[in-house]
């Protein structure tokens, strides 16, 4: 059976709202997955309207409630955006709103109810007024689902790259890692893909200094010291692992092919190749969940919101990702 995936809204004053109407009526993409929206159904009559679709809300209770009707937008509504909230307006109310529809849905992936979660873009400093301290979308994740530790993955065409560390400066990220640190973010990877259907995945994994450290000529030592021994480790444990390897080559590799997932020690690291090869169809994907979770690697665009402008293709690349790193549904 199809993979189940709940689109959570994110701020009603966003694009959020735009996007998911705009992308619902691509009936290619929701043909991969049974897909229905966690929002407040009235949002989203408005922003249908402004995208003129023609397509009907259908207001469910439960996950086992959605027709899956080419027709129908299936939404389980959570109300609780006032009517008048203005495009593009920060506000406490869209902050709270943009928690509790993702509160609704790791209750429901939790449950097994459904298998992959698809998040529209919140913003911080709403989520902020609206009395919840999370810096994004991953930490809100991590902390609902009971999870200490997990992974950003960024996807491109013909590339994933899970990280080992993500948002600290470059000394201090360097400083973090270690060979546990490498090894836990290999095997994190690792898991995903298999649960995909990837049954071995070939993973290659990043040096930190050019030319991968020349033996200890460049940098610290840290590839021998911090990076080896976490390869070394998913290496034993029958991984199909290599590494470290200079960056510069290994992301030429891995865009023909050659690797199935690519492991960055530091965000620009992971990054920027990741964007170059295509901000369009970049995803973000929380790696370490129980459940599958990715996301529009963009944020809510207040300034064009309500105005039907924005481009809905990286919900379209996130919502088919959720769907090819879902695992199938049993009977």
């Given at each position: 059976?199809?993979?189940?995936?709940?689109?959570?809204?994110?701020?009603?004053?966003?694009?959020?709202?735009?996007?998911?109407?705009?992308?619902?009526?691509?009936?290619?993409?929701?043909?991969?997955?049974?897909?229905?929206?966690?929002?407040?159904?009235?949002?989203?009559?408005?922003?249908?309207?402004?995208?003129?679709?023609?397509?009907?809300?259908?207001?469910?209770?439960?996950?086992?409630?959605?027709?899956?009707?080419?027709?129908?937008?299936?939404?389980?509504?959570?109300?609780?955006?006032?009517?008048?909230?203005?495009?593009?307006?920060l506000s406490a109310e869209a902050?709270?709103?943009?928690?509790?529809?993702?509160?609704?849905?790791?209750?429901?992936?939790?449950?097994?109810?459904?298998?992959?979660?698809?998040?529209?873009?919140?913003?911080?400093?709403?989520?902020?007024?609206?009395?919840?301290?999370?810096?994004?979308?991953?930490?809100?994740?991590?902390?609902?689902?009971?999870?200490?530790?997990?992974?950003?993955?960024?996807?491109?065409?013909?590339?994933?790259?899970?990280?080992?560390?993500?948002?600290?400066?470059?000394?201090?990220?360097?400083?973090?890692?270690?060979?546990?640190?490498?090894?836990?973010?290999?095997?994190?990877?690792?898991?995903?893909?298999?649960?995909?259907?990837?049954?071995?995945?070939?993973?290659?994994?990043?040096?930190?200094?050019?030319?991968?450290?020349?033996?200890?000529?460049?940098?610290?030592?840290?590839?021998?010291?911090?990076?080896?021994?976490?390869?070394?480790?998913?290496?034993?444990?029958?991984?199909?692992?290599?590494?470290?390897?200079?960056?510069?080559?290994?992301?030429?590799?891995?865009?023909?092919?050659?690797?199935?997932?690519?492991?960055?020690?530091?965000?620009?690291?992971?990054?920027?190749?990741?964007?170059?090869?295509?901000?369009k169809n970049g995803v973000n994907?929380?790696?370490?969940?129980?459940?599958?979770?990715?996301?529009?690697?963009?944020g809510t665009a207040f300034d064009?919101?309500?105005?039907?402008?924005?481009?809905?293709?990286?919900?379209?690349?996130?919502?088919?990702?959720?769907?090819?790193?879902?695992?199938?549904?049993?009977?």
């Open positions: 059976m199809k993979p189940i995936i709940a689109i959570t809204m994110g701020d009603a004053a966003g694009v959020g709202p735009e996007i998911i109407a705009k992308a619902m009526a691509d009936q290619a993409t929701r043909s991969l997955a049974t897909m229905f929206v966690i929002g407040d159904l009235r949002r989203l009559q408005l922003a249908m309207d402004v995208v003129s679709s023609t397509l009907t809300l259908h207001r469910i209770n439960d996950p086992s409630e959605v027709t899956e009707d080419p027709s129908t937008i299936d939404v389980l509504d959570i109300p609780c955006i006032p009517e008048d909230l203005a495009w593009g307006a902050g709270h709103g943009a928690f509790l529809f993702i509160e609704k849905a790791v209750e429901l992936a939790m449950a097994g109810s459904i298998d992959a979660i698809c998040t529209g873009p919140l913003n911080k400093a709403a989520l902020h007024m609206g009395g919840h301290q999370f810096p994004g979308h991953t930490e809100m994740l991590a902390s609902l689902a009971g999870i200490d530790e997990v992974s950003m993955m960024l996807t491109a065409p013909n590339m994933r790259v899970i990280h080992v560390t993500t948002h600290l400066g470059l000394v201090d990220a360097v400083a973090a890692i270690d060979g546990d640190r490498v090894y836990r973010t290999i095997a994190r990877g690792n898991d995903l893909l298999v649960r995909s259907g990837n049954e071995r995945p070939r993973i290659a994994v990043a040096a930190i200094n050019p030319h991968g450290g020349e033996n200890g000529l460049f940098g610290n030592d840290e590839e021998a010291q911090k990076i080896q021994p976490g390869v070394d480790r998913a290496r034993a444990e029958g991984l199909d692992v290599i590494g470290p390897l200079p960056a510069d080559t290994l992301f030429m590799l891995a865009s023909r092919g050659d690797y199935d997932l690519v492991v960055a020690q530091y965000h620009d690291q992971g990054h920027i190749p990741v964007k170059v090869l295509g901000l994907v929380t790696v370490g969940l129980p459940f599958v979770r990715t996301s529009v690697d963009h064009i919101a309500g105005k039907d402008i924005v481009d809905h293709e990286p919900l379209l690349e996130a919502l088919r990702q959720a769907a090819d790193l879902s695992p199938e549904r049993a009977g």
